[in-house]
């Protein structure tokens, strides 16, 4: 199959140069001008696409070539629109290790999508175009078809523009500084998320307005245009019995990768949400309950004082309703957090490690039958956590360069631990969990 996707790479020099800021901006001004564009997001990050979701009004998806490996270009044309902006993740070639792979380039490289790079010019002249230069020779299929500079004033932008001599790659504008309640801020997991920021919509609305000003829109949808048409094939997915997921959806957990929900709809999933903040409990008929990552942490005190659903998690556990719990969704089905009560169906306690506990792309293999696999059959995963538990589990072996360890809690019933699992990175996994839940359903 193939399909003629206008798309296009925005990726950065490095992290901090601005660019979810300059995407925003740019994805803003093609909304307002009445284009049909989604967004996407390199790598494994949950925070990009709520602030590109927030701007278009509609889910934003995962560009991942760790997770989806061979299904990478089948996944991004079933979220792809008429026009499609693809965020990069820290540097431009920045992968695993100190290696390309997987990395902002290569995604591009994977969708043919052409590049334009965001550089950071702040408190820098001439030494702008050295770096471009540096980025655009760096191997010989780059890929780069265009750079942004970002914190400039119109002056310096021009002296930039008049010193750059590569008429195969062309500047398309630049952001000047910000006040600072336009800068999106961050934390110990990246940005803050989209709800959290006050005044968005407004603050999106005026940076458009400027993008539209500083920066050649017309251009880069031009260049968008130009992609060649990407080719993919669909995998052979089974139509399944159906299925009523309930997963648990708000400002606590909401660290999900809408290419796992659609995956789970194409096998006859029924996804409903619910709210472990302010529902009084979990729905009542639903076949298997899903805990998401998130900011449990940021709202112990409202999961403890919410009784009655900590209760009916319990009770939905112990009358062996498959619960599945990632990260954050791990954190509140232990008995403590951070010393508050959460939903007791696993005994252990977490607390903040003040640090990165696990930081990264990992391999899992069960180590015996579960819920989510037969033994032997492997998952590709993300963690990113700075809280650790007393108990995080042995059900799966998990791999990371050169080290292994024991992981996740793991039965017929229940896994649960702080890996963040992509299931497009084994798609029969993704098919024998749902099998199982179906039996369990029976």
Same mark, same amino acid.
């Given at each position: 199959?193939?399909?003629?996707?206008?798309?296009?790479?925005?990726?950065? #020099?490095? $992290? !901090?140069?601005?660019? #979810?800021?300059?995407?925003?901006?740019?994805?803003?001004?093609?909304?307002? /001008?009445?284009?049909?564009?989604?967004?996407f997001k390199c790598g494994p990050d949950f925070i990009d696409p709520m602030f590109h979701a927030a701007v278009i009004g509609a889910p934003s998806a995962n560009a991942d070539s760790y997770f989806c490996g061979e299904w990478l270009s089948?996944?991004?044309?079933?979220?792809?629109? $008429?026009?499609?902006?693809?965020?990069?993740?820290?540097?431009?070639?920045? !992968?695993m290790g100190f290696t390309r792979e997987h990395s902002a380039w290569d995604v591009g490289r994977r969708l043919n999508a052409p590049a334009v790079l965001i550089v950071d010019g702040k408190g820098a002249a001439l030494s702008v175009v050295a770096q471009m230069q540096g980025f655009a020779r760096f191997c010989r299929d780059s890929g780069i078809r265009g750079f942004i500079i970002n914190r400039v004033t119109e002056r310096t932008y021009s002296g930039i523009r008049s010193v750059w001599k590569d008429q195969s790659?062309?500047?398309?504008?630049?952001?000047?500084?910000?006040?600072?309640?336009?800068?999106?801020?961050?934390?110990?997991? !990246?940005?803050?998320?989209?709800?959290?920021?006050?005044?968005?919509?407004?603050? =999106?609305?005026?940076? @458009?307005?400027?993008?539209?000003?500083?920066?050649?829109?017309?251009?880069?949808?031009?260049?968008?245009?130009?992609?060649?048409?990407?080719?993919? /094939?669909?995998? @052979?997915?089974?139509?399944?019995?159906?299925?009523?997921? @309930?997963?648990?959806?708000?400002?606590?957990?909401?660290?999900?990768y809408k290419e796992n929900f659609d995956l789970f709809r194409t096998?006859?999933?029924?996804?409903?949400?619910?709210?472990p903040l302010s529902d009084e409990s979990v729905p009542q008929d639903a076949d298997v309950l899903w805990f998401g990552g998130g900011y449990p942490e940021l709202?112990?005190?409202?999961?403890?004082?919410?009784?009655? =659903?900590?209760?009916?998690?319990?009770?939905?556990?112990?009358?062996?309703?498959?619960?599945?719990?990632?990260?954050? !969704?791990?954190?509140?089905?232990?008995?403590?957090?951070?010393?508050?009560?959460?939903?007791?169906?696993?005994?252990?306690?977490?607390?903040?490690?003040?640090?990165?506990? /696990?930081?990264?792309?990992?391999?899992?293999?069960?180590?015996?039958?579960c819920l989510l696999a037969n033994k032997g059959m492997k998952y590709r995963a993300h963690e990113f956590h700075y809280y650790d538990c007393t108990d995080n589990g042995n059900g799966f072996i998990a791999s990371r360069k050169e080290s292994t360890y024991e992981c996740m809690v793991a039965d017929q019933h229940l896994v649960a631990g702080f890996p963040h699992i992509h299931f497009y990175s084994n798609l029969e996994g993704a098919v024998t969990f749902y099998k199982n839940c179906l039996e369990n359903k029976k």
């Amino acid at each position: 199959m193939q399909n003629n996707f206008a798309r296009l790479l925005l990726s950065g #020099t490095n $992290s !901090g140069c601005g660019k #979810t800021t300059v995407f925003c901006a740019i994805l803003k001004a093609l909304k307002l /001008r009445g284009e049909d564009v989604a967004a996407f997001k390199c790598g494994p990050d949950f925070i990009d696409p709520m602030f590109h979701a927030a701007v278009i009004g509609a889910p934003s998806a995962n560009a991942d070539s760790y997770f989806c490996g061979e299904w990478l270009s089948y996944v991004f044309a079933q979220s792809a629109h $008429s026009v499609n902006l693809i965020e990069g993740a820290m540097g431009y070639y920045d !992968g695993m290790g100190f290696t390309r792979e997987h990395s902002a380039w290569d995604v591009g490289r994977r969708l043919n999508a052409p590049a334009v790079l965001i550089v950071d010019g702040k408190g820098a002249a001439l030494s702008v175009v050295a770096q471009m230069q540096g980025f655009a020779r760096f191997c010989r299929d780059s890929g780069i078809r265009g750079f942004i500079i970002n914190r400039v004033t119109e002056r310096t932008y021009s002296g930039i523009r008049s010193v750059w001599k590569d008429q195969s790659i062309r500047l398309y504008g630049y952001l000047p500084p910000l006040p600072e309640e336009y800068i999106l801020k961050s934390r110990h997991l !990246g940005l803050v998320t989209a709800g959290e920021v006050q005044d968005l919509q407004k603050k =999106m609305q005026d940076l @458009a307005v400027l993008a539209e000003k500083t920066l050649d829109i017309d251009g880069l949808l031009q260049l968008a245009r130009q992609a060649p048409a990407l080719e993919y /094939r669909e995998p @052979a997915l089974p139509a399944l019995a159906p299925l009523k997921m @309930a997963v648990a959806r708000d400002a606590a957990f909401c660290f999900y990768y809408k290419e796992n929900f659609d995956l789970f709809r194409t096998l006859g999933a029924q996804i409903e949400f619910f709210s472990p903040l302010s529902d009084e409990s979990v729905p009542q008929d639903a076949d298997v309950l899903w805990f998401g990552g998130g900011y449990p942490e940021l709202y112990a005190e409202q999961l403890e004082a919410n009784e009655s =659903m900590r209760a009916s998690v319990r009770t939905a556990a112990e009358k062996g309703t498959p619960v599945f719990a990632e990260c954050g !969704g791990f954190l509140y089905l232990n008995k403590l957090l951070d010393g508050r009560k959460m939903a007791g169906v696993l005994d252990g306690s977490s607390e903040n490690k003040k640090r990165p506990v /696990r930081f990264g792309y990992i391999g899992l293999e069960a180590k015996e039958d579960c819920l989510l696999a037969n033994k032997g059959m492997k998952y590709r995963a993300h963690e990113f956590h700075y809280y650790d538990c007393t108990d995080n589990g042995n059900g799966f072996i998990a791999s990371r360069k050169e080290s292994t360890y024991e992981c996740m809690v793991a039965d017929q019933h229940l896994v649960a631990g702080f890996p963040h699992i992509h299931f497009y990175s084994n798609l029969e996994g993704a098919v024998t969990f749902y099998k199982n839940c179906l039996e369990n359903k029976k």
